[in-house]
């Protein structure tokens, strides 16, 4: 696992050399260093992991991430999967990674996880799964806050990708830890209320220029709201439900 680690961290500093990419980092105190944490961040983009991973190492720690199992099918993304302890959640049958991931906390491990579960087609924070706030509990560690703004401009659904040197700015900001305590309900709130705060901070010092596609409607952008968005995630399953029922069907043939 470390050497496949400490490529990835070499690899990925490169890479935002070579494209100019400028990342803000802020509150990186907040990460703990030692032991272990729930790390919640934000998901507007394919990249997000990458400046999130970075203020880890900034930290001088690793973060662990959870990421959906039908990714281990990429063979390179499957190499780095088994090489790097990121944890495969199979969104039918998650127990395993949930014990997974809770072990790791308990070994003192920075677990990234994404509450959303998918990605932000309005680039707000959507509807929250409860799996980062169970963890906490359970593992007894504190949620860290996170937030990325910017990456989306990189990669994200339904625009072309912007992978050469672009210059692009990202923010990242780190929120004070939240002690798990209550049910997890409402340990859920309070870090939705938190990375609500976090992002309308990193939001606040960045470029929104009217009209653009990667801005959030609400600050002037053509970014569909929160409801077209939703629209568009049903519409998006609807045609993989489609897709998976037609393969079915072939292979019964």
């Known amino acids: 696992m470390e ?20 990342i803000t980092f802020s509150g990186l105190d907040n990460i703990p260093a030692t032991g272990g944490a729930v790390v ?21 720690r690793r973060m662990r991430f959870m990421i959906k199992a039908e990714m281990e099918q990429v063979s390179v993304v499957g190499f780095l999967i088994k090489h790097t302890g990121t944890i495969p959640v ?32 309005s680039f707000e924070l959507k509807e929250f799964k409860t799996g980062a706030a169970r963890m906490a509990l359970a593992a007894d560690v504190p949620i860290i806050p996170l937030i990325v703004w910017g990456a989306h401009r990189i990669w994200t659904k339904d625009h072309p990708k912007a992978l050469g040197r672009n210059k692009i700015p990202i923010n990242v ?16 709130g309070v870090l939705r209320d938190s990375m609500s705060a976090l992002l309308d901070e990193a939001q606040s010092d960045y470029p929104a220029p009217p009209g653009q596609y990667w801005v959030p409607r609400r600050l002037g952008g053509s970014a569909p709201t929160p409801a077209e968005a939703r629209k568009l995630d049903e519409a998006e399953l609807a045609e993989r439900a489609r897709k998976r029922a037609e393969r079915q069907a072939n292979h019964r043939r």
């Open 40 to 60: 919640a961040i934000n998901h507007t983009s394919y990249v997000d992991f990458l400046p999130a991973g970075l203020a880890a190492t900034a930290r001088h």
């Open 90 to 121: 199979d969104r039918g049958a998650g127990a395993g990674a949930y014990s997974e991931a809770v072990a790791a906390l308990r070994a003192g491990e920075l677990v990234g996880v994404y509450p959303e579960a998918t990605i932000s087609r």
């Open 3 to 22: 050497p496949v680690f400490r490529s990835l961290e070499i690899a990925s500093r490169l890479g935002v050399r070579a494209t100019g990419t400028r």
């Open 173 to 188: 900001v780190v929120g004070t830890p939240i002690r798990p305590s209550g049910s997890f309900t409402e340990l859920d």
